[in-house]
Structure formats: C-alpha cells, structure tokens
C-alpha cells in the first residue's frame, strides 16, 4: 500500500542552510549539502529545500544550490521551491536534480506557468507551497514577500482540485521552528478534495504527527529544524508511529552511508 | 577487464543525472547522449524519463530516436525505461489526448483513476521467482505518476495497489520498463537495477 511520508526539510536563506523561525529569524546552520546529505543517509521519504529569499529578492531558482546537491548522488526523492519565476525555471531545476518543484510566488504572480509547468512535467510534479493561519476561524493565506494575509485565492484551489497541482504543502508560518507548535486546524479547515495535503511548519514529535496522519486528507508530514536538534531524529520520529503505513526507519540507506572498511 | 556500458538515452528531457550517478556507482560505464553513433557501443539502454507523455513522445521524435529505439528494439538490444520511458514503451497514453507510444511492449498509458496521484512509496507485488525482481519481490520504492500502464498479463511482471492493481514492472524479452525511480529508492533500487541490468546483460 501507499505509505505516508515523512520529508526532511531544509530552509536555505542567501545560500546557506538556516534554522527558521516563524518566517521571521534565522540561524545559520551549515552547508545546504551537508544537511542534505545527512537526511539522504538517515531515511528521509523525501526531502524539501527551500530557498526562501529567492522570490523576495527576485534571484530566480538557487541553481548554484543545486548545482552542489546534484553531485551527492542522492537515493532520496528531491523537491525544490524557491524562486521559480516561469515554466523554464521549473523545468530547469528538474534538470538540475530535482523530482518535484514547489511553487510558492508564483501561485500569486503567474498562475498560467503554474498550468504550463504541469503540462511539461506532470501535475505530479508541481507542489503548491501555501504559508497559512487560522484567523477568527478561517484561514489565512500569507503572501511573505508584502507581509500581508488574504483569503485563499479561489482560482488557486481550482489547480488544485483540477489537478494542475497535486499537493498542497500546508505551512504553519507562525509556528515553524516552534516546537510541537503545528495547528491542525489549519488542515482540518483546507477544503482539500482529498489526501493530497503535506503538513509543515512547528511539527516535532511522534504524537502530533500520528495525529496529522490520522486525517483523511494528509500525505505527508515535513520536519525542519527539529531533525538537526538530536541524531537520528528521523528513525526517531518513525518508531513513535507504529500503527501510521510508512517505510520502516532506515539505517544507512545509501552506499555512501556504508563505508568501504565494514 | 572492461565495464559493461549504459547509454542513456538524452532528449532533453528531464533529470538524466540521478540515473547516471547510480548506474555509474554500480560499476557501469555510464555515457548520457542522444548520438546514435555513442549509443551504438554501448550493451545496454536506458530511457528514462520525467514530464508528460505527449512533450516527451514528441521531444524523442524531434530527435529521431524513436526509429533509433525501435531498431534496437528489434536487433534484441536490452533495453530499460524509468517512469515515464516505461510509459513510452507502450503503444500510446490518453495524457493530453491520444499520443502514439514507441509500440514496444503492447498496453496503452491511462489514468489511475479521476484525481488520484501516485506519489511516494509503495511496494510491489512480484512472483518471489522471477529472475529480474523476484528478489524485490515485497520492497518499496518511490513511485511519482498519475497514469499508469495497462498491458497483457503476459506482459506484467509486478504490481502496486493504488485504489486499483496497476502494471509497475513491464517486460517483453530484453525490453524491461518500471513505472518507480528506483534511482531514488535508496538500497531498494540499487538492488533491484543490479539485479534487473544483470539479468538483461546476460540474457
């Protein structure tokens, strides 16, 4: 059966893997390739880099960052998102590596190449990343680059129930980096039309992710910060979700991961 | 001693460089072309492949590999599609209309079903004897694909279940196509393009 999945995620800001809090304060961490190496190694089901000034400062997809993931010779499914201006910067970062594109400014600035990316690489490849809060209710839809919160745009909602887009990474903006912070009412309020919904942003523990993977509409679950916290978080994290169909913690899972000696 | 060479197959079209990394890391010579002077030296081909059927079908005829494909085909050259280059193998794909596939393994390309998405891991089904997956028989592997293969049984050697029993591994002689990436299946997929390249290699 399909088993849910379980993302590494990496926040990278001016080219350099960072912890991120509340979509507001960094802190450096390290080369993007090392972390992604480590989740490579340790299981990940997917791994998620995000490159969250590229947007904002209009520097197109971070191909230098790619250009060093693509020579790790990773065993571990890719998404990249940030930056993405066109269909040809989409199909690019494919070239470049990547598996899937997530797509975040775009969905406000140019939803047409949102259409045309799929139609060239596959709506199964095309994630819409929606920042959101719950705000007297309802959600809100965080547009990062003006500060400013709006309802979900209608016409972003029909990619996704037409099947331009085929998931939707939900990201708590207000709680990321926060532990055990994630508000499910964010999921339990997106009017998904089915599983296709990812989960990220303050999610740390076992428990809450079992919770999340309890609802009807939730794939997968992404974890951020909280994976560089403490070793092996990610075998971790899979023992505390015995009963959810998920692959098994790994320990390697590459032939990197096995030195030649052993 | 010389290394066995792979070929794969270059149109231009999505990510040939994992595929290379790891067929390079199992020990095959690894060349990336779309020349059919380069693919001619080398034992076996692979056609991978990430996008949608009719941009891919028609960046491999833009390129004329399609006649190159078919010749190999008939000349009994081992042959591997990944994703959608197992789909290419087939006779034609309802993906944005109907588009002719390469006609290699009889079966046509058809959605899983109205909004259903493949994405993630999934195990497959396989006979624990067959010489090309038996010993991947209950693994998972990452799959990424809303349409899928329906052949022959003949032609079908595993299975996975998304809501219905679809073909993931495909065979016809030397010609195998698989619907997941095992090139991003972590030590699954390393097993299983050993076993499989091995197994065509000395076919």
Known sequence: MLNQRLIGVVTVKDGWAVQSFGYGRWLPMGKPECVVENLDRWGADEILILCLDRSRRQLGPDFATLERLKRLNLATPLIYGGGIRSAEDGVAVVQLGADRVCVDALLRDDLTAVHKLSRQLGAQAVVAALPLSVVNGALAWRDYRRATDTSLDPAVLAALNDGTISEALLIDWRHEGSPGAFDPEIVRLFPARGRQLIAFGGLSESAQLADLFALPTVTAAGVGNFLSYREHAIQTLKAGLPGVAMRPAAYPTSERSCPESV | ?203
């Open chain 2, 1 to 203: 001693m010389s290394r066995r060479g792979i070929g794969i197959v270059d149109y231009g079209v999505g990510n040939h460089t994992s595929v290379w990394r790891t067929l390079y890391t199992l020990g095959y010579r690894c060349k990336v072309t779309s020349r059919p002077e380069e693919l001619d030296t080398m034992d076996l081909l692979v056609l991978p492949g990430v996008g949608a059927f009719p941009a891919a079908m028609q960046a491999i005829h833009a390129r004329g590999l399609a006649t190159y494909l078919r010749a190999a085909a008939a000349a009994d050259r081992p042959l591997l599609g990944i994703c959608l280059g197992m789909q290419m193998l087939a006779d034609s794909s309802t993906e944005y209309g109907e588009t002719p596939g390469l006609g290699l393994i009889p079966g046509r390309v058809d959605a899983i079903g109205s909004g259903l998405w493949h994405i993630g891991w999934n195990s497959i089904d396989a006979s624990p004897a067959d010489p090309l997956v038996g010993r991947s028989a209950s693994e998972s592997f990452y799959f990424n694909h809303s349409y899928a293969v329906d052949c022959p049984i003949e032609f079908a050697v595993a299975h996975a279940t998304l809501g219905r029993r679809f073909p993931v591994v495909t065979r016809r002689g030397r010609i195998v196509g698989v619907q997941f990436h095992p090139e991003k299946s972590q030590l699954a997929g390393r097993q299983l393009l050993t076993d499989i390249i091995g197994g065509l290699l000395h076919a």
